[in-house]
């Protein structure tokens, strides 16, 4: 199975990084880190509120499974990375239903190599 990791920011200093599985997004995600996809480059998936190792500073993770790319997405899924740290008690109820995170100002801004 193919396997790559990408960071994305919303703020400097805030880098959220991501694991994907699926060899059409993977290239996907290296079209928007090229320039050559420029309409749908925000980043959408499910939280799963447990760390992950490749994306230590935080206590949630994104479902590999359930990432997409997006151009526009609905308000009820927008939040900033430490907004959900912050309120992830609060997380796949009210705020955030399903567990459906698109953080609508998220900019991939690297590929993560291993140990990187």
């Not at 193919?2 to 290239?27: N, R, W």
Request: proline fraction near 5%.
């Amino acid at each position: 199975m193919a396997e790559a990791y990408f960071a994305f920011t919303q703020h400097p200093g805030q880098e959220f990084v991501f694991k994907l599985t699926d060899e059409e997004k993977i290239a996907h995600a290296r079209r928007i880190l090229s320039g050559q996809e420029k309409d749908r480059v925000h980043v959408h998936g499910r939280i799963l509120k447990r760390k992950e190792s490749y994306n230590p500073n935080w206590d949630y993770h994104l479902d590999p499974d359930t990432i997409q790319f997006f151009e526009v997405a609905i308000e009820v899924c927008d939040a900033n990375m430490q907004y959900v740290e912050d309120h992830l008690d609060e997380a796949c109820g009210a705020f955030l239903p399903g567990c459906h995170w698109c953080p609508w100002d998220s900019r991939l801004t690297r590929e993560v190599k291993p140990n990187s």
